[in-house]
């Protein structure tokens, strides 16, 4: 029998991480794993496919923390660097899969990562070395299959930039997001699991306030909803005890048994 469809979160945290360098704020002091963020990404994982969404600058720590042997294909939301900046690790899974994996980028976001690892994408040959064997193709809102998996594209505001949310089967991950057009909140009808930005209290110019995503939840009725690219003021207990049931903030490490 195959394996059920899961979602692992790699990482929950802002860009910076939590605990942040140089940072003396309780949450980053804290001992407690729940309030230890790496960068954010999930892996969805379907059967034996592995589909990583983003390769943020902890993706070998992640990698080796959940024994990950393979990479079927790799979603980026978009190019900031919390998000992209683990790129090279991928050349691993290049020597394990003795083959090439397909990334999938808004076109925007395509030319921007194309642009930062030139090394990997330019035919040029100057790099000395061994270099991640990737394709980078680049879509919009239509649905995509990769992976044994149909992925929907959303897209999403995040500070004037567009970001790629997904929806997968009864699923949808929705990080780093400003606000969500009215046409992405109607493909994320019905979603039963949902991930989604929520980066802090405080208004952010880029990011959802705990308080605008409980309005979103609030639209799209989840079943279950889990907070991600939370910050160091966000502490994991202390936040949880103060949100309504059925929502609560993601934990690296966090298992999601999804439906595609
Ligand atoms: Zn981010
Ligand atoms: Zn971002």
Redesign the pocket.
Known sequence: MSKPARVVVLGCGT?TGVPAIGCLDPVCLSDDPRNKRLRPSILIENGDSNLLVDTGPDLRQQALQHGLRRVDAVVY??Y?A??TNGIDDLRVFNFIMKKSIPCYAHPESAKIIRANFSYIFSDENHYVGFKPRLTLEEVGTEPFETGGMKVRPFDME??G?R?MGIRVGDFAYA??CSSIPPESMEILKGVRVLILDALRHREHP??LTIKQALEIVDRLKPEKTYFT?TNYELEFHETNRNLPKGVELAYDGLTLDIRI
């Open positions: 860009s939301t978009h900031h919390d998000h995040h500070g930039i970001v990080t780093d880029s990011h690219h």
